[in-house]
C-alpha cells in the first residue's frame, strides 16, 4: 500500500512563512510527479503547484513568486516553502502524487491534509 504523510501546516500571521512537507511511503515502483492542492471549506479543491520526476514545476498563477515546490527523489518528499503568506491562503492543503505502485498500477494518491491558517 501506498500513503502520502503531510506536515508543517499550522497558525501564521499575514507576512510569515511555512514549509509544508509531504512523504510517501510504502510499495513505489516510480513516481512521475507530485503536487499541492489546497481547499477552503465549501469550495472546489484547487492545484497550487506540482514538480515532475525530472524537476520541471509548475504553479497556479494566485501563489507564483511567493510559493517554491521542491522535491527529494531519494527520499520521495515533496516540500511547498510558503512565503509572504496572506489570509486568503487559509486553507487544508493536500498533497498528491501520481506513481506506479507494487502492483504496477498507475494512480493518484492523496494525502490527509494539513491545515494552515494565516491571521491578518
Known amino acids: 500500500q501506498v500513503t502520502l504523510v503531510e506536515s508543517g501546516g499550522g497558525l501564521v500571521q499575514a507576512g510569515g512563512s511555512l514549509r509544508l512537507s509531504c512523504a510517501a511511503s510504502g510499495s513505489i515502483i516510480r513516481i512521475y510527479a507530485m503536487n499541492w492542492y489546497r481547499q477552503v471549506a465549501g469550495k472546489q479543491r484547487e492545484f497550487v503547484a506540482g514538480i515532475d520526476s525530472g524537476g520541471s514545476t509548475d504553479y497556479a498563477d494566485s501563489v507564483k513568486g511567493r510559493f517554491t515546490i521542491s522535491g527529494d527523489n531519494a527520499k520521495n518528499t515533496v516540500y511547498l516553502q510558503i512565503n509572504s503568506l496572506k489570509p486568503e491562503d487559509t486553507a487544508v492543503y493536500y498533497c498528491?502524487?501520481?506513481?506506479?505502485?507494487?502492483?504496477?498500477?498507475?494512480?493518484?494518491?492523496w494525502g490527509q491534509g494539513t491545515q494552515v491558517t494565516v491571521s491578518s
Open positions: 498528491n502524487a501520481d506513481l506506479t505502485n507494487g502492483l504496477k498500477y498507475r494512480r493518484q494518491y
